[in-house]
Nanobody
Framework: QVQLVESGGGLVQAGGSLRLSCAASSRTFVSAVMGWFRQAPGKEREFLAAISWISSITSYADSVKGRFTISRDKATNTLSLQMTSLKPEDTAVYYC??????????????????WGQGTQVTVSS
């Protein structure tokens, strides 16, 4: 079992930046992929970025490419999402997700079998 706990959400003005973190329960990942998703009210959960835990290969949604950066710290088992040039349409609950039996990057929610509780990000205009 893996527990994921997000932090770092909040209220920011358009054009600002936020850094989200996701702490994974202590264990050594032999093979894993982790990702960030978001869900706005009335919308489906949307893929943002994913990273292979071992190789650090990344994948991004077109909507955030160049503005968001996913990274991981193997020493502290922490996943991060640096968000810049934020827009009001980035307002959503942000979730981290993990799958620990593969290193294949996928963009679908069904690929991931562990989820955090989410953290709210609100971008004001």
């Amino acid at each position: 079992q893996v527990q994921l706990v997000e932090s770092g959400g909040g209220l920011v003005q358009a054009g600002g930046s936020l850094r989200l973190s996701c702490a994974a329960s202590s264990r050594t990942f032999v093979s894993a992929v982790m990702g960030w998703f978001r869900q706005a009210p009335g919308k489906e959960r949307e893929f943002l970025a994913a990273i292979s835990w071992i190789s650090s290969i990344t994948s991004y949604a077109d909507s955030v490419k160049g503005r968001f950066t996913i990274s991981r710290d193997k020493a502290t088992n922490t996943l991060s999402l640096q968000m810049t040039s934020l827009k009001p349409e980035d307002t959503a609950v942000y979730y981290c997700a993990a799958r620990t039996d593969t290193a294949q990057l996928r963009t679908t929610t069904s690929w991931y079998n562990y989820w955090g509780q989410g953290t709210q990000v609100t971008v004001s205009s």
